[in-house]
């Protein structure tokens, strides 16, 4: 009886050992040409006067909101946590790295290269209420929650 | 890759208006001791042996082995083809179907689903069909003396370990992620099934008994003598049969869902939580199970010994009651992902293994339009929820007590809705975002 459950875990872990091996060999080939912003960059433009999110660096003369973080060894200061922002406002976010990574912005699912030392910049009208979160995609570290409402 | 509250989701909600809060907690306490002091004095739903039957021939459909088989076998397939996408196809979360399937169409999608046409879980659940064809393995199962007295509680630990990887869990976005956990919990879940007996799935399987919950306040239920029928969605809550277990398995829906609703406030994303790892989620889930646990357990039994009955069988008797105040937390935290992230499902489903070109129901160009439903609806259905939620848990609860002794007083009833108001103040709480 007790031989069962011991055989029974054992295969579980082959299996999921199994799934997970086989899991990586078959999708790490496709990580590496296309990324989700880029894909769903090119499926934008059907639907951008929903939300019309302006990705340009081209710095607008009005400021609006004005968001600065700087990324140093990891730990993210300046502008974070919750960051309220009214709906409609313009926003202008800037991310300055020591590290390359992506910046990414949730719902708005807009993002940025990040190159060490140079400030990133992501410009758009907050027209979509919500919570969001600014992440970098390859670390994973969460720099802010932008509060839309 | 990010991981919000709730396994995948591209956002969250805003804090409710301080004024939806402060009415929906007077309107909560107000109707609480109204429900106690004005109401009914006799028990006034119909019992297990209530409602209206459907047609014979209705019955027989639905009861009949080839209706239930084709379900399951339509839910194999559907469950094979969401393996096959979170292994083989694309690696990126926001573009695999996997994950959305599981955390936001299914588990989100199963709670409508069980509210509006009864235990779907239950007739199509996929691993039925897959016990079906291999239990000539074991042609008797050797467990199936025990399986009784475990009642619900394989199925609470179950569902606590479900809602440890939808929100507790790193990784649990990762196709991967989702192709290893649907695996391995068929393989466990037939495996139990084999030395329990088929009734396993009912008492055993998360997923199912969650289903069933949620469809004790549908209109669709089982009279004693077998037939199906229509009736009060309240006499089907009423009529929950006590397991032991069933206490456990409401309060991991209820505990698990506030610690959904916690680990969104700022408190705990700059208290408690700031490491946002494995040990500071895994101890916020624990605490909350034990907080709801431990209040549900104070509420039931002093309000026993009041009335002098005997406190051990206080909180699986009462266990039915609160099944309206989970769903009202459950609907209220799930609400706006299903309608919004939810529709990234149906635009993935276009091309489920992203391959160039595809696009089977012209919906893979489309953008999930996050202002489909206004920040103002969403706080409305969550506090109408948690409020609704309310009322109908203290009205079960209320004739829940008259049924156990038909001279109940009124203040014998005050710690179990003491809990009940406490627990809705914290789930607007919770709302509102401290």
Same mark, same amino acid.
């Given at each position: ?149 | ?286 605490? !909350? ?16 010994? !009041? ?112 809990? !009940? ?14």
């Amino acid at each position: 009886m007790s031989f069962r459950p011991a055989r029974l875990r054992a295969a579980l872990i082959g299996l999921a050992l199994a799934t997970v091996v086989t899991g990586c060999a078959g999708t790490d080939p496709e990580a590496a040409p296309g990324s989700s912003s880029s894909g769903s960059a090119s499926s934008s433009a059907s639907s951008a006067a929903s939300s019309a999110p302006a990705t340009s660096a081209t710095p607008a003369a009005p400021a609006g909101q004005r968001i600065e973080v700087t990324v140093t060894g990891g730990q993210a200061s300046g502008d974070t946590g919750r960051v309220p922002v009214p709906v409609g406002e313009h926003v202008v976010l800037v991310v300055t790295s020591d590290a390359p990574d992506e910046l990414h912005v949730h719902g708005y699912d807009l993002g940025a290269d990040l190159v060490p030392g140079t400030p990133a910049t992501i410009e758009f009208d907050a027209t979509i209420p919500g919570v969001f979160e600014v992440e970098l995609h390859d670390a994973g570290t969460q720099l802010l929650s932008l509060q839309v409402g | 890759m990010i991981v919000l509250a709730h396994g995948v989701g591209s956002r969250t909600d805003l804090p409710i208006p301080i004024g939806f809060a402060l009415y929906g907690a007077g309107a909560a306490i107000l109707v609480s001791f109204a429900v106690l002091v004005l109401f009914w004095r006799t028990p006034r739903l119909g019992g297990s042996g209530s409602g209206r039957p459907l047609p014979g021939g209705v019955q027989r459909l639905l009861d009949g082995a080839p209706f239930r088989r084709g379900l399951q076998a339509a839910a194999l397939a559907v469950a094979a083809l969401v393996v096959a996408v979170a292994l083989w196809g694309p690696a990126d979360t926001d573009r695999n179907l996997a994950p959305w399937v599981l955390y936001v169409t299914f588990w989100a999608g199963l709670v409508p689903l069980s509210l509006l046409v009864g235990p779907v879980a239950r007739l199509a659940n996929p691993l039925r069909l897959l016990h079906r064809g291999l239990r000539g393995l074991v042609p008797r199962a050797p467990g199936v003396a025990r399986l009784p007295a475990l009642g619900l509680w394989p199925a609470a630990a179950s569902l606590l370990v479900f809602v440890w990887l939808e929100l507790v869990y790193p990784g649990r976005a990762e196709p991967v992620t989702v192709a290893v956990f649907l695996i391995g919990y068929a393989v466990v879940q037939v495996g139990l099934a084999l030395w329990f007996g088929e009734d396993w799935f009912a008492q055993g399987d998360g997923f199912e008994a969650y289903s069933t919950l949620i469809a004790r306040l549908s209109p669709w239920g089982r009279r004693d003598d077998g037939r199906l029928v229509l009736r009060n969605p309240l006499a089907n809550a009423i009529a929950t049969p006590p397991s032991p277990g069933l206490a456990p398995l409401v309060v991991v829906l209820l505990g698990s869902t506030a610690f959904d609703g916690l680990s969104r406030t700022v408190f705990w994303q700059t208290g408690p939580g700031a490491a946002n790892d494995t040990l500071s989620g895994t101890l916020g889930l624990l605490a !909350m199970v034990a907080i709801v646990a431990v209040l549900y357990a104070l509420g039931t039994r002093l309000s026993g010994r !009041m009335a002098g009955q005997d406190p051990a069988v206080q909180p699986a008797r009462y266990a039915a009651t609160v099944i309206p105040i989970a769903l009202g937390y459950t609907v209220a935290h799930y609400f706006s992902l299903l309608a919004l992230d939810g529709q990234t499902t149906w635009i993935l489903i276009s091309n489920p293994f992203g391959i160039d070109g595809v696009d089977l129901f012209g919906t893979y160009g489309n953008r999930v339009d996050l202002t489909a439903v206004s920040s103002d609806a969403i706080a409305l259905v969550q506090v109408g929820a948690i409020i609704v939620g309310h009322v109908i848990g203290v009205t079960l609860a209320h004739e829940r007590a008259l049924l156990s002794a038909r001279r109940a007083r009124a203040s014998d009833q005050l710690p179990l809705v003491v809990v !009940m108001v406490l627990f809705t103040l914290g789930g607007l709480g919770l709302l509102f975002g401290f």
